[in-house]
Each structure stands twice: as C-alpha cells, then as structure tokens.
C-alpha cells in the first residue's frame, strides 16, 4: 500500500530507489554507445531527436510509477486484465530481450574491463563470466535492497564523472579537421540508425513495465507516498535524460570529424576506440576516468537488466498460470536463467551479439507504441490521481511520435520509400 504520509524533500529523498535504478538500466547501450555514436557520427544533429524522445517517452514511462503508486499492482497485472494476449506478447518479448539484453552489456562490460587494464590475462569471455557471476552473487545475497544501495552509488558517481570528462573535453575544444564535411543524418539512409537510437531513449519500452516491479518490491520494503514516488520517478528519468545529452558531447568533442574510421558496427571495439580516442586528445592520465564511466555504465546496466527482467519474466509465467505471487526461489530461478542464457549467448555466438543489439534497439522502438498506448489506457479513466491536460496532450503527441517513426522505419524496410 501507498504510504499517505505529508512530502517533505526529507521523506522525497528518502523515497529515491526505483526510478534511480530505471536511470541506472537507462544509461547502458542507449548512452554510452547509442549516444556517442550519434555524436560521433553527425555532431549536435541529433540532439533534437534524442531530446524530442525522451520528451515523448516521459509520459508513458511515468505511467509505470503513476499506476503501480495508485492501484498497488504493476503494469503487467493491468496488461493481462485489459486482455491476456499483451501479456503474451510482454512475456515473449521480455523472453528475448533478456537474454540478447544481458548478453550484450556484459560483453561489453568485459570489453571495458579489458581495454583499461592493459595487460590483464583473462579473455573477454571469462571476464564475461566473473562479470555476470559478480551481478548474480549481489542479487542472491541482497536482493533489492542491495540493488537499491549499488544503483545509488554507481549513478551518483557515474554522472559526476562524465561531466567532469565532458568539461575536460570541451576545455580541449573540438578536433575536427580542416576540410570535414559534415554529413547530414536527414536521409532514408540513417533512418536505421535513428530508430536503434531512439528504440533504446532512454530505455527499452519494457523498462517502464520493470520499474513498476521495482515500484512495487519498494512499496513491500517500505511504503512511500504517490508524490514522493512521483518524485523518485522524475529524478531517475531526469537524470537519464540529461546524461544521454552529455554522452552526445562526448562524442562530438572527442570523435566528430577527427579523422579517424569509427567502429560503429561493433560495440566492443567502438568503446575501445572512444577510450583510445579521448586519452589520445586529453592524456594517458584520462584512461582510467573514461574507463571508469563506461564501467560503471555497462555494470549498473547489467546488473539491472539482470534483476528487472527476471522479475518481469517471473510475474509474466504468474499471471499467465493464474497464481496470487511468486515465491522468492522462482525470482532466484529466473535470475540464474537470465544470467545463464545471455552468457551462453556470449560463448555461441559472440561475432553476432552486435546485430543482435541492433535487433533488439530496433525491435523496442517498433513495440513502444503499443505498450505505450496501453500504458495510457491504463492510467487515462484512473479517479484518485486524474491525468493533467498537459500530460494527456503530451501522451497523445507521444503516440504520434511513437506511431509515425514506426509506420516510416516499416515503409522503408519494406522498400516502399525506396
């Protein structure tokens, strides 16, 4: 149940857990590659698009915190009530995407852990395994409140971090050549990379449908009230928002117009080439700063995506078999299924993870306007907390949004703008 205590920024603060750890799941594949690549690639271009998404996102990520704080239940419950063939689709795609999801960040929390301690003796598949072992030890000792304390320190450390690098790197001014020319990302030829990026802005639709299980596993441990929730919420989402633009100026201090090839195509090595790229233009001292953010980027997002999709998965297979809740062993269950498949992922078909993240940042953005819309159907006739004109006008010009870059990708994919 919802506390219904008075809000005091004592109590708001107290409140900060769920919407930190969506922040923490956030600044993953969408920031640390999605957002400096967009740099890199094309300058301050795109910043209009990755602010116009999480502008048009925000309501239905709200909506996670905004129905679980009223109703006391989690947006999948509200899925399968409104018809259970969403909560199959939510089911099967949360399937897939956590282990293509937890596969992909914990390679390439490997990747990092091995490009900024030169010379260590462990390939990038056992870095890999001690990575997601490290993750499964935390959540099976501390469970949420672990999660909870970890996600704190990483996001807090992580974001004073990469604004002191951006600083450093706008001190140091841009290294564009003389003679760049500067390409334009306004052409049916981007359009693949402008969906990966938004799919993943500032998080996989998903996500929202997670935070309310973390809304909800904080409401058990210690109630707070609708606006010290809605506070957390906005500090977590804010937050993502503003790093996604930070990363943006990483990438084009560091990487725009330099001169050098990017490795866009693969994760891994791109992140290599950004630390190589940034130590290149500040100093070896840097290595370690920049290693250390992309670290605490891909660690918090690995341990989050591990946690959240293994709740989302175990209430998904509750509600499907028609039971009351899920005993803490089956969340165990998942959680070791979660980190055993992606790493199984890792080991079989390494060379391909890249294409996979790319299917799954695509895939996301295609799945967004459903769940989207069902996100606002769900908190639309709600009495207790009625939705503002403002925001109801933001969702349904989030729904367009959403709707018409989707219907656009399609038609291209199909050959039809060709």
């Known amino acids: 149940m919802t506390s219904t205590t008075s809000s005091t920024w004592k109590s708001r603060f ?90 992909a960040v914990a390679l390439l929390t490997a990747v990092i ?27 099976l000792m501390g469970r949420y409140k672990a999660l909870d304390r970890l996600s704190k320190i990483i996001v807090i450390s992580l974001s004073i971090t990469t604004i002191a690098a951006v600083a450093i790197a706008i001190n140091k001014g841009m290294q564009m050549q003389e003679g760049f020319i500067e390409p334009s990302p306004w052409n049916l030829a981007a359009l693949g990379f402008i969906i990966a990026l938004m799919g993943w802005m500032p998080a996989p639709i998903e996500i929202a449908a997670i935070n309310s299980l ?5 409401q058990r441990h210690e109630p707070v009230s609708y606006r010290d929730g809605m506070f957390d919420f906005d500090v977590g989402y804010i937050t993502s928002a503003v790093l996604a633009i930070v990363f943006l100026a990483l990438g084009v201090y560091v990487q725009y117009g330099n001169g050098e090839t990017l490795e866009i195509q693969k994760g891994g090595l791109y992140v290599a080439q950004l630390v190589g790229m940034y130590t290149k233009t500040i100093g070896e001292w840097a290595r370690p700063l920049v290693g250390f953010i992309a670290f605490a980027c891909m660690f918090g997002t690995t341990i989050t995506v591990i946690d959240g999709y293994s709740r989302a998965v175990a209430e998904s297979v509750r509600l ?26 890792i080991l079989w078909f390494n060379s391909a993870l890249a294409e996979l993240l790319k299917f799954a940042m695509i895939s996301a953005f295609l799945a967004a306007p459903v769940f989207a819309w069902l996100n606002y159907g769900l908190v639309k006739q709600d009495k207790k907390h009625k939705l503002s004109q403002v925001m109801n006008l933001l969702a349904i010009v989030g729904l367009v949004y959403l709707v018409g870059f989707a219907v656009l990708f399609i038609l291209n994919f199909a050959g039809i703008l060709a």
């Open 214 to 218: 973390w809304v909800t596993a904080r």
């Open 320 to 345: 499907v078999q028609g039971r009351e809740y899920f005993r803490t062993r089956e969340l165990f269950a998942w959680i070791l299924w979660t980190s055993a498949s992606g790493l199984a992922l």
């Open 14 to 103: 107290r409140a900060l857990g769920p919407g930190i750890l969506m922040a923490s799941a956030a600044v993953g594949g969408s920031h640390l590659v999605a957002s400096t690549q967009a740099g890199a690639l094309y300058g301050w271009q795109l910043a209009l698009i990755i602010v116009l998404t999480n502008l048009f996102k925000y309501p239905f990520f709200r909506f996670s915190a905004h129905y679980t704080l009223d109703s006391g239940k989690s947006l999948i419950e509200g899925y399968a009530e409104k018809n259970r063939v969403y909560l199959w689709i939510f089911l099967i795609m949360c399937f897939l995407s956590s282990t293509i999801s937890t596969g």
């Open 113 to 139: 852990i091995k490009i900024s301690i030169p010379g260590l003796p462990l390939s990038n598949n056992a870095l890999s395994v001690l990575v997601i072992a490290s993750c499964v030890l935390i959540l």
